[in-house]
């Protein structure tokens, strides 16, 4: 078995839809970002591309390439279970914190869950959210992070 960590951030800014877990939270500002800004499937993709030794979602998916602009990080996530299972590996469970000061993630977990399990087939996910009790950046609400850890095994 290998495991991974993944930490992602992005700046929250009016006009922008807030996604995460592949689901759009009805919210007034939402994550900036070259893709669609989902901060939660990023720091699980780099979880997973940290078990497998693949790297960086930054260097698979660079942000100056017009390819991932404003892409779905749900299909960027597909992809790289793709790669991992290329490289002999199986995904076995996931868990994960949403760093955020509003809004309440709580009512929208259960259809992240529901995303992330399409592409990950697993249920094995597991998503928590907390605030940074209004210290620094994040409990100011400039912007949301999150941490994940992705645990693979040799098939
Ligand atoms: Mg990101």
């Known amino acids: 078995m290998r495991v991974g960590i993944g930490y992602d951030s992005h700046r929250?800014?009016?006009?922008?839809?807030?996604i995460l877990g592949g689901v759009q939270i009805p919210f007034e500002k939402g994550l900036l970002g070259h893709s669609d800004g989902d901060a939660l499937?990023?720091?699980?993709?780099?979880?997973?591309?940290?078990?497998a030794g693949l790297g960086d979602i930054g260097g698979l998916f660079p942000d100056t390439d017009p390819r991932y602009k404003g892409a779905n990080s749900l299909s960027?996530?597909?992809?790289?279970?793709?790669?991992?299972?290329?490289?002999g590996f199986q995904i076995i469970n996931v868990d994960s914190t949403i760093i955020a000061e509003?809004?309440?993630?709580?009512?929208?977990?259960?259809e992240m869950r529901k995303r992330l399990s399409e592409v990950l087939?697993?249920?094995?996910?597991?998503?928590?959210?907390k605030s940074n009790e209004k210290m620094g950046a994040?409990?100011?609400?400039?912007?949301?992070a999150v941490w994940a850890v992705g645990l693979i095994e040799e098939i």
């Open 102 to 110: 509003a809004p309440r993630m709580a009512p929208h977990i259960p």
């Open 121 to 129: 087939r697993t249920d094995a996910i597991n998503i928590k959210a």
């Open 138 to 144: 994040v409990g100011r609400g400039e912007g949301i």
């Open 12 to 18: 929250l800014i009016e006009g922008r839809k807030l």
């Open 76 to 87: 960027l996530l597909k992809k790289v279970v793709s790669l991992v299972n290329e490289k």
């Open 41 to 51: 499937t990023h720091a699980i993709i780099d979880a997973f591309l940290g078990a």
